[in-house]
């Protein structure tokens, strides 16, 4: 693999960086790795990097490296709580693409209203690991192709996006839905993350939209952790997505971080 060599100014560390993998490189320092930069790979083709490193100056040599061996675009995540390190991706070309707003969702009904909700006449409430794989894939599928056709799914966080062979839904067992006769027509995913679940994906079909059916599916998933003694989950939402903030919002969820997505193109 190609070396860069950096000299250093005075009290700076005089580090060599390596591209040890197709995705890694590394700083080194008199033979001690003193940074790391990795360069992975979103299901959806964007290349996202990461630095960890002690020094400034070998933040700015791994990612000096980096960008002059990888096609742009590029993209990187900073918690927003950190903004020395959001100046240095910055500094180095990086603009702000969209804001994320994590969430601590209580569960209690007395909080968060939901006690009496109930889904529309017509729909009923299948709780986790009860749903069915096959009409649950076809759901996936069509709301994809239909966040697809608008926002763009390059909106969403990683983790519900697309597998390079098409695959979304991995775990059935963590998903409620909301059936309509013989098809289902919203879903919601919950994590099982320790102590605090993590709610991961929540959505309807356009059709369905302005019918409550994504509060009852919100009563049903929060209701059952706190039956099981889960006072809290989290969860994560686009600040572009008004209809995500305003439901969260409702049922007295509370802001606690925010993180940014950068990109340089």
Known sequence: ???VHFTSGTGEPTVVITRVAETQWHAVEDDQVVGCGDASLRPDGRLFLSIDAWHRTVFDQLAEAMLADLPRPLYTLVDEADPDLTTSWKQLGFTVRHREWEYLVPTDPQITGLDSVQPPSDVTIVPAGEAQEGPLRALDREIREEVEATVGWQTMPAEVLPRPNGTTVLYP???AVAAQSDRYVGLVRVAPVTRQPRIGLIAVRADQHRRGIARAL?????????????????????????AALALFEGVGARRVASHLELVRR
């Open 173 to 175: 067992s963590k998903y």
């Open 218 to 242: 919100l009563a049903q998933v929060l209701g059952s952790l706190h039956r099981g003694g889960i006072e809290t989950a989290t969860a994560e939402v686009n600040e572009s997505n008004r």
């Open 1 to 3: 693999m190609n070396s």
